[in-house]
């Protein structure tokens, strides 16, 4: 399997993760698409993702499987024995209801001002910037901290009693407001706690450095 | 179970034909909330789903299981042989995929177009409204309406050989894209015959009357 990635990107670390979660990083390489240059946009890769976004997943067969759920959903059923997307009916749906929650209400929404409200990729890439949505969306974002800070005073992963693809999402999104500097507020305690241990999982503490060739 | 809905919205329109094509309808009760009364804004549906959206799903413990892709999941996890979301690690992959490219390109950019950019659910409801960015949600709508008409040149259904969750979708899509008066592009010729073809399913042409009490 191959992996259209970008080493330190939010979407790409959410793959980056479920593959170290799932202990198949070793049968995957990666070929960097620099965002910087704008070769997400070109047609060449457009051609493998209609969307232009990162990670895309290239199976040996040249087939191609884009957007996080997605390929997390591929990766998760490779050996019969779902751990990060659910195996009851109830569990699917909690899952996928929190990562989608996780997407619309921080992730997508801190992309959002990234590339809207701040100088996003740079003037080659950004033709079109929307400044006034895209600061309302890094507001929609807090209060998505604020959310998730509730949900896991009650619990202790964000879709429940295990870690999933959830967590995994809500990770991507405290990578890329890291990023973009738009703090965790401090009242979180929950959110912050949960983070600090999210961030010692190995799945998590290595994931930029996990395709660097081991000497 | 029950499912919070609106009976001619584009998005409870998903999750009622998924319940179709699962032979899941007569375990249902449907509640109506409002929507041009704001009714999914207030604290009490806020606390059901937070993201203030329709259809929400009421299982019987009383977990609430919101946005369409998760509750498909669900409906389609509940009888053990899957149909609508994949078997195989490959299906479920594209399915996923194909799904969310048909919200990203598609439906949900209809959604931004009708809430931003027309006057939607009205001015009591709609507080905030950005047209710039609603009109080019609407422009990239019809872009996406040529991407799965090129799809649907080359294959019977929307993630390949099988109708499933990103048919729904891309349904989902073209019901709301009616509602609004984006018509298709007449030389979209496959995904207007493909419509046709989804419209005499009896899952998509009875989703309205559904709820209905038969007598």
């Known amino acids: 399997m191959k992996i259209y990635d970008w080493s330190t990107g939010p979407y790409p670390a959410r793959v980056r993760i479920?593959?170290?979660?799932?202990?198949?990083?070793?049968?995957?390489r990666f070929e960097?698409?620099?965002?910087?240059?704008?070769e997400h946009k070109t047609p060449a890769f457009l051609a493998k993702n209609y969307s232009g976004t990162l990670p895309v997943l290239e199976l040996d067969d040249g087939t191609f499987?884009?957007?996080?759920t997605a390929i997390t959903e591929?990766?998760?059923?490779?050996?019969?024995?779902?751990?990060?997307?659910?195996?009851?009916?109830?569990?699917?749906?909690?899952?996928?209801?929190?990562?989608?929650?996780?997407?619309?209400?921080?992730?997508?929404?801190?992309?959002v001002y990234?590339?809207?409200?701040?100088?996003?990729?740079?003037?080659?890439?950004?033709?079109y910037q929307n400044a006034e949505w895209g600061l309302r969306q890094r507001d929609?974002?807090?209060?998505?901290?604020?959310?998730?800070?509730?949900?896991?005073?009650?619990?202790?992963?964000?879709?429940g009693e295990t870690f999933s693809m959830a967590d995994i999402t809500v990770i991507g999104g405290l990578i890329f407001a890291g990023l973009v500097k738009v703090p965790v507020p401090a009242e979180?305690?929950?959110?912050?706690?949960?983070?600090?241990?999210?961030?010692?999982?190995?799945?998590?503490?290595?994931?930029v450095t996990m395709s660097e060739p081991s000497v």
Chains 1, 2 share one sequence.
């Open 32 to 38: 960097t698409v620099n965002l910087y240059k704008g």
């Open 188 to 207: 979180c305690e929950a959110l912050l706690a949960w983070y600090a241990r999210m961030q010692e999982r190995p799945s998590v503490k290595h994931r």
């Open 140 to 159: 929609k974002a807090v209060r998505g901290m604020r959310y998730f800070d509730s949900v896991l005073r009650g619990q202790p992963f964000v879709a």
């Open 65 to 68: 499987i884009a957007e996080c």
């Open 74 to 111: 591929y990766l998760d059923a490779l050996d019969g024995t779902p751990t990060l997307t659910g195996r009851t009916p109830r569990e699917k749906g909690l899952i996928h209801m929190m990562s989608k929650r996780a997407e619309l209400e921080l992730l997508d929404a801190i992309s």
């Open 18 to 28: 479920a593959l170290a979660e799932k202990n198949l990083a070793s049968r995957v």
């Open 114 to 127: 990234f590339h809207h409200a701040t100088p996003g990729l740079g003037p080659d890439v950004e033709i």
